[in-house]
């Protein structure tokens, strides 16, 4: 890669990639720590649920239900794990056939012309994205073996203490959070993959994202029916 590859870039290219990352950062503080989406949204709904589900958890006797809804969660978190492991092989082997991807993308309607160092700053934003998801699901995944530890160390029926359910509760939605993480990093790896077309479609791309991420978010069909 040459030592004037920042030049390659247009205004265009940078205003797209600029809204890009300010929509991946952004949304995903005020989901998590905004105004609306700590009391309004589809995680402060879901966790209302977790929360419940805890105290639920210390009168029960037999706790095997307990133990085959983690095991599930665990089961759809490994799935996406592994799944974005082969993502990040498949675009390693891409960065060694860039003139092949180069002439294919060429043949694409309203692409334009750029050099090769602006095609590997792509598809190295693209690899970027899906590490990152695998570091979240990852990082979910042992959160969920916690939990589980959690549940094999819960107390008697009779025993337990509102406490306990409160830590089970962060613990599961700390899971889950990390898991949305991951679920949004593909959601934005989407739009990333138009940039190889044009920075326009992909400041477009972007926005349309962030709008499918908050209707889900906070007015989904999903949100009314979980809401108390």
């Given at each position: 890669?040459?030592?004037?590859?920042?030049?390659?870039?247009?205004?265009?290219?940078?205003?797209?990639?600029?809204?890009?990352?300010?929509?991946?950062?952004?949304?995903?503080?005020?989901?998590?720590?905004?105004?609306?989406?700590?009391?309004?949204?589809?995680?402060?709904?879901?966790?209302?649920?977790?929360?419940?589900?805890?105290?639920?958890?210390?009168?029960?006797?037999?706790?095997?239900?307990?133990?085959?809804?983690?095991?599930?969660?665990?089961?759809?978190?490994?799935?996406?794990?592994?799944?974005?492991?082969?993502?990040?092989?498949?675009?390693?082997?891409?960065?060694?056939?860039?003139?092949?991807?180069?002439?294919?993308?060429?043949?694409?309607?309203?692409a334009r012309h750029v050099s090769r160092e602006v095609w590997e700053v792509k598809l190295l934003l693209l690899l970027m994205i899906f590490v990152v998801a695998y570091f979240k699901f990852t990082w979910s995944l042992r959160q969920f073996n916690m939990l589980s530890i959690l549940i094999g160390a819960a107390p008697p029926p009779g025993q337990g203490?509102?406490?306990?359910?409160?830590?089970?509760?962060?613990?599961?939605?700390?899971?889950?959070?990390?898991?949305?993480?991951?679920?949004?990093?593909?959601?934005?790896?989407?739009?990333?993959?138009?940039?190889?077309?044009?920075?326009?479609?992909?400041?477009?791309?972007?926005?349309?994202?962030?709008?499918?991420?908050?209707?889900?978010?906070?007015?989904?069909?999903?949100?009314?029916?979980?809401?108390?």
């Amino acid at each position: 890669m040459s030592a004037n590859w920042l030049s390659a870039f247009s205004l265009p290219d940078w205003f797209a990639l600029g809204w890009f990352l300010l929509c991946w950062a952004g949304y995903g503080w005020v989901v998590e720590h905004g105004r609306m989406g700590s009391s309004r949204g589809l995680l402060a709904a879901s966790h209302h649920f977790r929360l419940e589900w805890g105290r639920q958890l210390l009168r029960r006797e037999v706790r095997v239900a307990d133990a085959a809804l983690i095991g599930n969660l665990m089961q759809s978190v490994s799935f996406y794990a592994n799944t974005t492991i082969y993502v990040i092989a498949g675009l390693l082997a891409l960065l060694g056939t860039m003139d092949k991807l180069i002439d294919a993308a060429a043949d694409l309607p309203f692409a334009r012309h750029v050099s090769r160092e602006v095609w590997e700053v792509k598809l190295l934003l693209l690899l970027m994205i899906f590490v990152v998801a695998y570091f979240k699901f990852t990082w979910s995944l042992r959160q969920f073996n916690m939990l589980s530890i959690l549940i094999g160390a819960a107390p008697p029926p009779g025993q337990g203490n509102e406490d306990f359910a409160q830590r089970f509760a962060k613990i599961n939605s700390l899971s889950g959070d990390e898991f949305n993480r991951g679920i949004r990093a593909y959601y934005f790896g989407l739009a990333a993959v138009s940039w190889f077309v044009q920075p326009w479609l992909f400041f477009v791309t972007t926005t349309l994202i962030v709008a499918v991420l908050y209707r889900r978010d906070f007015r989904s069909q999903t949100l009314d029916a979980m809401r108390i």
